[in-house]
């Protein structure tokens, strides 16, 4: 079955749940109407100008050419294609992040809280059905991201150019790449934690293969074989301190940090929070501004580290609480003298 019609039955029934979806055989209709169209102008063009109207453009190789191929820039397409793929991504990672969000904040919160969450959501809270919405999610963000980077290699392949390549580029940097999420990251360690105990649950066949958390070398990483010959891969090591990452946060441009190594990246301290970070502070790794406000705290995948590694989780709790009370009373120190003018 091809990809185009796998998708649309995929998606068919998830549409009545709320869920996005790319307009993948709308677009690659725009697609097969460009070197059509841009032919037809042209001949229209060369019989206007009374030359013969069977001479065919440089770019165009025939009916069953490699090369039906329409120039850079396309006048057909280019109007409407990205400014839409645009929009409907952003919907798509917008509706994924929301329904994650939900689903981890049901299932780590408790009490009166858990119960009001519950009530706002359609998600049941047993275990079961916990397991197939997060399952459930991981296959519509995997599916999505699919079906953007093959529209956007056709797009390329037909215009001969690379500007579906750098579309991608400019989608991660707004922050629209599914795959970038931090909440696919929080759903791949919530399943695993939630797979322990149930140990002989199957995952779902096609989409993606089962998830795991490596160490090799000594470097974790959180993986997952997908459909269509990818594989994602994590990697949990922090940048700064060149560890496994402790009490992880991912940053608005998808890059994890252990928390104190960020808030000291970003010249906050850990009791003021990343929320108080400079709007121009840049990230450590890939140096975009604005990426704190928004950063994401890993709590699931907190919880898988502190059972998968759970000596060097001790020891850097012991560490890290020392640093944690010495900031908390540097903080209060200078509080304490502002309020009485010294």
Request: glycine letters at 6%.
């Amino acid at each position: 079955m091809k990809f185009t019609k796998e998708y649309e039955e995929y998606m068919r029934g998830r549409e009545k749940n709320g869920l996005k979806k790319v307009g993948l055989k709308r677009f690659k209709k725009i697609l097969k109407r460009c070197p059509r169209e841009f032919r037809s102008q042209y001949q229209h063009q060369k019989k206007e100008g009374g030359e013969e109207e069977n001479e065919k453009p440089v770019w165009f190789g025939g009916e069953n050419s490699s090369l039906h191929q329409c120039p850079d820039h396309c006048t057909v397409c280019d109007g409407t294609f990205f400014p839409s793929l645009l929009e409907e991504m952003s919907e798509v990672v917008g509706c994924f992040n929301q329904r994650a969000q939900q689903l981890l904040e049901l299932h780590l919160a408790s009490g009166f809280r858990k119960f009001v969450i519950w009530l706002g959501s359609k998600v049941s809270s047993n275990h079961e059905a916990l397991i197939q919405e997060g399952k459930d999610l991981v296959s519509y963000a995997i599916i999505n991201s699919i079906a953007m980077r093959k529209i956007l290699k056709k797009y390329d392949k037909i215009h001969d150019s690379k500007q579906g390549r750098t579309f991608r580029s400019n989608a991660r940097s707004m922050h629209i790449d599914i795959l970038q999420s931090p909440w696919l990251c929080e759903l791949m360690a919530f399943y695993i934690n939630l797979k322990e105990n149930k140990p002989d649950e199957n995952v779902m066949p096609g989409l993606f293969g089962d998830f795991s958390l490596t160490f090799e070398n000594g470097k974790p990483m959180l993986s997952c074989g997908l459909f269509d010959s990818v594989n994602l891969d994590i990697d949990l090591t922090c940048s700064i301190c060149l560890e496994t990452v402790f009490d992880p946060v991912s940053l608005t441009c998808g890059h994890i940090f252990c928390y104190m190594c960020c808030c000291s990246a970003a010249s906050v301290t850990i009791v003021d929070g990343l929320k108080s970070a400079d709007s121009k502070a840049k990230c450590p790794l890939c140096r975009r501004e604005g990426v704190y406000e928004g950063a994401v705290h890993l709590d699931e995948l907190k919880i898988l580290l502190s059972r998968s590694c759970p000596g060097y989780w001790a020891q850097r709790l012991q560490t890290e609480r020392v640093e944690r009370v010495r900031q908390a009373k540097e903080h209060w120190e200078s509080q304490c003298r502002a309020f009485m003018g010294v």
